[in-house]
């Protein structure tokens, strides 16, 4: 960051550094790219390990927790 730059805005405020491009989004889109996608599905195997290893430590049935380990 430039911090030798400076301005001020119409409010008065003085701003410090450089400004921002007009070329980038102001505002991101709606739609959901590859990187939220996988984000989002990693999570989510993430959560279900979770949950399953939990389920498994709590079961008191040793037939069962068996079963389910071997599934």
């Known amino acids: 960051m430039n911090t030798e730059q400076t301005m001020t805005s119409k ?3 003085l701003k410090i550094g450089k400004t921002v491009s007009n070329e980038l989004p102001q505002v991101k889109d709606a739609s959901i790219n590859v990187r939220d996608r996988l984000n989002d599905v990693l999570l989510t195997e993430k959560h279900n390990l979770v949950s399953y290893q939990t389920g498994i430590n709590e079961m ?4 069962l927790r068996q079963i389910v380990i071997n599934n």
């Open 11 to 13: 409010a008065g405020v």
């Open 60 to 63: 008191i049935d040793d037939n």
